[in-house]
């Protein structure tokens, strides 16, 4: 059985190593002591040097870490050996892999579109974003994907993090923001106040983390996100001379 190492051992690389568990022989590592969540899962533990220097090495660390984290994986990584990220922003993580990882290793940046909230009913429609960077692994990786039962789908980092600002960097700002309200589940609601609280539901067990990698080093959120908050300011200062207009005369 090939060799599969998941370096990042939070939310996500749970999540990856219970569904790649029965393809591959599993091993996990992270900064915090991964022994007990991956004797729960059924993989084993080892060292950065061993899980660096298996066939198939997933990058499951929060951005914020990666450029570090390459370069001391760099020297691990065993000629033929394929590379893949999870990050939520695809531009940096392409560039970073490309540049700190010997010409003998295969790349490719990935995004799962899913998290342990989305794909709790499993993985079947879920979505895999897929960046080529070197070599042409991507292709047996998109093969991969769809026997999980994702939907594949191939394209350039610069399109992704361009779409990603408003599926992304828009959603999560809207999300987060109602989640620190902590908006009421009423008795009474419309269709729109319940997807509301779904939204909530599905990032609200997001780190801060991801967040800030969200809107920071996805270079197109910052355009989107600010266009929403002048047309959200916009739109209450229209609506307070609309309201001081039509408001009834008083003798
Ligand atoms: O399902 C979840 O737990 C998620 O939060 C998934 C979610 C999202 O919905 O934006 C979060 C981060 C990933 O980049 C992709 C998907």
Redesign the pocket.
Known sequence: MKRFGIIGFG?FGQLAARHLRDHFDVVVCDAHDPVEDAGRIGVRTGSLAEIAGCDTVMLAVPVQALEQMLAEIAPHVRPGALVVDVA?VKMLPARWMAEALPESVDIVAT?????????RRGLEGQPLVICPVRGEAHHRVAEFGRTLGLKVSITTPEEHDREMAYV?AL??LIGRTLVNIRIPDEELKTDSYQHLLELCA??G??SEE?FFAIQNLNPFAQEITQQFIGQANGLLDRSLKAGNRSAPARN
């Open positions: 939310r939520s995004h799962p579109l899913f998290g342990p909230q989305s794909a992304q959603t999560h599905l990032i067990d997001d991801l």
